[in-house]
């Protein structure tokens, strides 16, 4: 993954709103948080000449674009849990034992 990208996840997990799931580790955009927290921070982190941000060249606009896209892009809920969640999958058959 390019480092700028790193650093927009790394904004918006600061900001929650992406978040990381804990037995997964895969990260996803929590639908519930406002995502203008994560603009503000990447604009003002960029205003600070904050050497995180450094690559970003004082270029705020390239920062929030790289984050909308990001947050865009990340799905609404960790991938994997989803699919457990799903019926017809192997916990089907500790699901049925457990009835019993
Ligand atoms: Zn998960």
Same mark, same amino acid.
């Given at each position: 993954m390019e480092h700028k990208q790193t650093i927009a996840i790394e904004i918006g997990l600061q900001t929650h709103?992406?978040?990381t799931?804990? /037995?997964h580790h895969s990260i996803?955009?929590?639908d519930d948080v406002d995502p203008s927290g994560a603009f503000a921070l990447a604009v003002e982190l960029v205003r600070?000449?904050?050497p995180y941000v450094e690559e970003f060249h004082?270029?705020?606009h390239a920062l929030t674009d790289l984050l909308s896209?990001? /947050?865009?892009?990340?799905p609404l809920s960790c991938p994997h849990c989803?699919?457990?969640?799903?019926?017809n999958t192997g916990r089907s058959v500790g699901a049925d034992l457990s009835v019993v």
């Open positions: 709103v992406l978040r799931c804990p /037995i996803f955009c929590d600070q000449h904050t004082d270029d705020a896209d990001t /947050i865009g892009t990340a989803a699919n457990l969640a799903q019926p």
